[in-house]
């Protein structure tokens, strides 16, 4: 009976081993299939996101292979005792998740800079370049916390508490930093909805701000001033103010001055006197149409709007300094009177003067 059970033992070893054994040649002819297909399909394609995904598969997958096959030796085992099985059981649990955990790991993050690397620099935005970090954490951060969350409670240890607390965490860690992320949604929203971009010339009415954009971060932007001066803004409040793009839809802008005439002027007169000094200019677009309107009867002039198109509206505050000299000499030349604020005043008295005898 001693023999019998001798050699059963000596089956069941037998048999873990050549099972160990199978599993690793079987271990290695995956790894050497996985690389061939490697070489192919990088030979065959363009992209490398095939690459990515066996380089992420391969460890993984080999590894798997050796963890079950240890698994069904120890099961070929009789000596192995039956109180070991749950603790097995268990310890064969956490590995397989911690495998799908490094292969879900080392997948995301090969994608995420496959992508940088290959694509983000093709799209007209640069939204992906900026939140391709951000994503890869969360995505990370979110997987890690599923496999803790599944190991738990394969050891039977109550998850439902944790998940309340990390949701009460959550809140509060949101509750004291709502300034920044809202900075962060509203970057969020003006990367999406693109009302500038770097370089472009913008005006903040809000807050009277203008000047060239330099950079769009997650928390503010950072406009150049034209005194050359930095100007960092919160997201939050450009999203929620008026914002004018002096560089969309094109270079070229309407550059408009206002001048007062004297009274008994010949309103057309006046008209053709600006327009044509105006025309005259280098820096007018004389294509365009040039304007002198004559908006309303002033206190004491008459009020024309004079406007026309330049090229470029970097040159906008200088333009209007030769806009208003041009008319201005114009009008002199012209004799055509450019009068002053003035108001008259009558005075009349009612005071009656009682003469005393």
Request: charged content about 20%.
């Amino acid at each position: 009976m001693e023999e019998v059970a001798v050699d059963s033992l000596v089956i069941e070893v037998a048999i873990a081993v050549l099972i160990l054994a199978g599993a690793v040649v079987l271990s290695l002819i995956v790894g050497g299939i996985l690389k061939r297909i490697l070489t192919r399909f990088s030979r065959r394609t363009t992209s490398t996101l095939d690459d990515v995904i066996l380089k992420a598969a391969m460890f993984p997958l080999r590894s798997v292979i050796l963890v079950f096959a240890i698994e069904l030796a120890l099961g070929q085992l009789s000596f192995v005792p039956a109180s070991w099985d749950e603790t097995l059981s268990r310890i064969f649990f956490v590995t397989y998740a911690l495998l799908a955990f490094i292969f879900l790991y080392r997948l995301v993050s090969g994608v995420v800079m496959w992508y940088g690397r290959e694509v983000a620099h093709r799209t007209e935005t640069d939204l992906d370049d900026k939140f391709l970090d951000l994503v890869r954490r969360l995505a990370l951060l979110a997987l890690t916390v599923v496999v803790i969350i599944m190991i738990l409670d394969r050891f039977g240890i109550e998850v439902s508490a944790l998940v309340a607390s990390l949701g009460i965490a959550s809140l509060a860690v949101a509750l004291a930093a709502k300034d920044t992320l809202g900075n962060m949604f509203a970057g969020l929203s003006i990367m999406v909805d693109q009302p500038f971009a770097v370089g472009d010339r913008v005006e903040i009415l809000d807050i009277d701000t203008w000047g060239d954009v330099q950079e769009v971060g997650l928390r503010s932007t950072r406009i150049l001033t034209r005194d050359n001066r930095t100007v960092t803004v919160p997201n939050a409040v450009i999203g929620q103010g008026l914002i004018v793009n002096y560089s969309l839809p094109e270079n070229r802008y309407r550059v408009e001055t206002h001048v007062g005439v004297a009274y008994g002027v010949e309103v057309e007169e006046a008209r053709e006197v600006m327009i044509s000094a105006i025309r005259r200019q280098d820096w007018v677009m004389k294509e365009e149409r040039i304007e002198a309107l004559f908006l309303e009867f002033g206190d004491s002039a008459l009020i024309f709007r004079v406007r026309c198109w330049i090229e470029n509206y970097v040159e906008t505050r200088r333009i209007i300094d030769k806009m208003n000299s041009a008319l201005y000499a114009a009008l002199n030349e012209a004799g055509i009177g450019i009068p002053f604020p003035q108001r008259d005043l009558h005075l009349v008295s009612n005071v009656k003067v009682e003469r005393v005898n």
